[in-house]
């Protein structure tokens, strides 16, 4: 992350997987159930990847915040918006 950049991440259980402040230059690793409901806020300044393939969330970006359902099905990543 180039910023500090609120993070949500929760999986298809409802479980909350990340819902935080993360500090610039941190990365942080989540495991859960597909498909992911991913909120970034300053999120021009994150980076995600999704079973090492680099997601472009710029199409769902709006004032700086970014939000998004991210899948995979017979391992292709699909994005799409809530």
């Given amino acids: 992350m180039k910023a500090d950049s609120w993070i949500e991440i929760t999986d298809s259980r409802g479980q909350r997987l990340v819902f935080d402040l993360l500090a610039a230059g941190h990365t942080r690793e989540v495991l859960g159930t597909v498909p992911f409901d ?45």
Avoid: M, N
């Avoid at 680099?54 to 709006?62: G, K």
């Avoid at 004032?63 to 809530?82: C, H, M, S, T």
């Fill in 38 to 82: 991913i909120l970034l806020g300053r999120s021009e300044a994150v980076a995600v990847a999704i079973d090492g393939d680099e997601v472009d969330h710029a199409p769902f970006q709006r004032k700086g915040i970014a939000r998004f359902i991210a899948d995979v099905r017979g391992g292709e990543l699909l994005l799409k918006a809530p």
